[in-house]
């Protein structure tokens, strides 16, 4: 896709400040074995940006100067950073949650095999993308064979003791819709999901997470050579809900790009929103060491109404 995006730096959304920051969203790199159409990373096999050892380490000096209690693995796929174990390992040996964001497929690679083992003992968090139930959707949305992948890589994380109702490995789902829709209400697609994956594969998990498309990057360029993108914006604006804006996920949440830039959210990172800092224009991970952020400006864009449409979208699911 080579359509070009609207500007969406000027906006109405509301002013909104940073609350106190407890999760370091780190994106690994954008390689990924899958070419996903709502990807708003424009994540694919061919890409080579993978964050260095170097800038792992400077990850690992933020987290040891305290007070996040999650860190937050995405990529592209996560695992195909060749440091990321060794960055998983140690920031559970300072006591740091880890959530890593997997698409499943990741864990049927070649050199991956003992993916599932490594994630399990480590006590990972794992929150798997699964746009659908249905193979016919999936595979639609994320390319031919990922469905069963997707199947087979639950199939394993099942089998290492993740989403049993009784266990300690948590096993999240992700849902985002197929097209320029709002998500479905949240818990009732988890009661089906997990009557269908049960009935048809025994499969079990934690609990699901609806998230919203937004209009950037691939899933922005597929609406705009379709002539949805004003649609879906006009969407998003009309299901706005005010009383979402406490819970968005920038208030707590800080993101880092491969190079350890950092920003307000994952979404303004794809946009080259760097994150407000007085004195520094694009200011790195680096940069913020010993600095409260709590209270710090936002910066926002049109997309943001993505987050407070309807139910609200969040990395952790809906808001409402």
Known sequence: MHATLPLLKDTDFPAIRRGRLTTLQVNLGYRCNQSCLHCHVNAGPNR????????????????????????????????????FRDLVARARALGVHVMDRCNLTVLNEPGQEDLADFLAAHDVEVIASLPCY?????????????????IEGLKKLNARGYGQADGSLVLDLVYNPTGPFLPPAQAALEADYKRE?????????????????LPIQRFGSTLVSKGQFDDYMQLLRGAYRAENLDAVMCRSLLSVDWQGYVYDCDFNQMLGLPLAVEGKARPKLADLLGRDLEGNPIVIADHCYGCTAGQGSSCGGALS
């Open 134 to 150: 249905l193979e016919e959707n999936v595979d639609g949305q994320r390319g031919q064979g990922v469905y069963h992948g997707s």
């Open 48 to 83: 080579k940006e993978m964050m260095t050892a170097e800038t792992i380490d400077t990850v690992v000096d933020f987290l040891q100067a305290g007070g996040i209690e999650t860190l937050d693995l995405t990529g592209g796929a996560p695992e195909l950073n060749p440091h």
């Open 197 to 213: 994956l049960a009935a048809r594969f025994g499969i079990a998990f934690n609990r699901l997470f609806t998230l919203t498309n």
